[in-house]
Every structure is written in C-alpha cells, then in structure tokens.
C-alpha cells in the first residue's frame, strides 16, 4: 500500500489550499481514506474521511463547514480541499487508509495505512 499526500504550503489565514493523497495497493471498495493532523507540540488528529465506496463522509467538529473530503475513483486519489484557513489549521497532515468497517468501529481513531506528511502553515 502506497499513500502519497502532497500540496502542502504556507499560506496565509482566510485563503484555501487543497491537498491530495494518490492511494496504491487498496482494495479500494472496502477502504476508507482519511485525513490526520499534528501540530507542534499536540497528539495527532482526526480531521476527516470518507468511504471509498459510496462517498460518504465524517468530520472533525473543528474542521466542519471548512474542509471537504472528496475522491476520485479514476485517479484513486483523495483530496482535502480547505478553506477559511486558520492559524490553528497549522499542522502536518497524513493521509491514512483503513478498511471502512473498523474505521467506523474504532471511532477513526485508528487507521492502518500511513502516507507521508505534508506541511501546512497558516500565517496570521
């Protein structure tokens, strides 16, 4: 399984930026991809996911109204579009996949399948 999360950057607060995980080796139609963050000096953080089957999605309570997750089943890619950034937004985001049914179990606390992080830094 391959996750390669990209579009990460410095921008400043109130703009959007949008972030993309290309996804390989999944047997897509059972697996959820998700999104995490870690700012400095915090745990990591659920912030959104969607089941690749069907596209149903969850949120973050912080991220809600702001972020939307979406794919695209022809590029097996998961996006993360983010808007009305804020400095708090600031953050490395992972993407991360997990099979949907423990995803949803385990509260999306826990997923298997980890990309590499990408910076994203909101300046006030």
């Known amino acids: 399984v391959q996750l390669q999360a990209s579009g990460g950057g410095l921008v400043q607060a109130g703009v959007s930026l949008r972030l993309s995980c290309a996804a390989s080796?999944?047997?897509?139609?059972?697996?959820?991809l998700g999104w995490f963050r870690q700012a400095p000096g915090k745990e990591l953080e659920f912030v959104a996911a969607?089941?690749?089957?069907?596209?149903?999605?969850k949120y973050a309570d912080s991220v809600k109204g702001r972020f939307t997750i979406s794919r695209d089943v022809d590029k097996n890619t998961v996006y993360l579009q983010m808007n009305g950034l804020k400095p708090e937004d600031t953050a490395v985001y992972y993407c991360?996949?997990?099979?949907?049914?423990?995803?949803?179990?385990?509260?999306?606390?826990?997923?298997?399948?980890w990309g590499q992080g990408t910076l994203v830094t909101v300046s006030s």
């Open positions: 991360a996949a997990e099979p949907w049914v423990t995803a949803q179990a385990m509260g999306y606390s826990s997923f298997r399948y």
């Open positions: 080796g999944l047997t897509f139609i059972r697996y959820a």
């Open positions: 969607i089941r690749w089957s069907g596209g149903s999605t």
